[in-house]
């Protein structure tokens, strides 16, 4: 079983928003950090942001910082990614991510969903 599920993907238009959310099952979710990467065919899996456990801690890329806002609700064992002012370069599958502690680094996160599309047209 999959411990994390994204979902909210979709096809929007450049402006556009959209809220991803990566629902976590069989692990402790509060006792996680949780991270959300892209993917591009042709590229590394690149990083977008990332929250501590208690959500007092956040960290994004330079290529999102003030359009995406990353969350959490521990009671609902839920982490979101609210993506506003969408452009066509954020086309990719979006992975969330569990790790011990919040970092850039991919290979610190432990768990991995299965990713969600999403695609922004000109």
């Known amino acids: 079983q999959v411990p994390l599920v994204e979902s909210g993907g979709g096809l929007v238009q450049a402006g556009d928003s959209l809220r991803l959310s990566c629902a976590a099952s069989?692990?402790?979710?509060?006792?996680?950090?949780m991270g959300w990467f892209r993917h591009t065919p042709g590229k590394e899996r690149e990083f977008i942001a990332t929250?501590?456990?208690?959500?007092?801690?956040?960290d994004y890329a330079d290529s999102v910082k003030g359009r995406f806002t990353i969350s959490r609700d521990n009671a609902k064992n839920t982490v979101y990614l609210e993506m506003n002012s969408l452009k066509p370069e954020d086309t990719a599958v979006y992975y969330c991510a569990a790790g011990n502690l919040p970092s850039r680094r991919k290979d610190w996160y432990n768990y991995w969903g299965q990713g969600t599309q999403v695609i922004v047209s000109s």
């Open positions: 929250i501590n456990w208690s959500g007092g801690s956040t």
């Open positions: 069989g692990l402790t979710f509060s006792a996680y950090s």
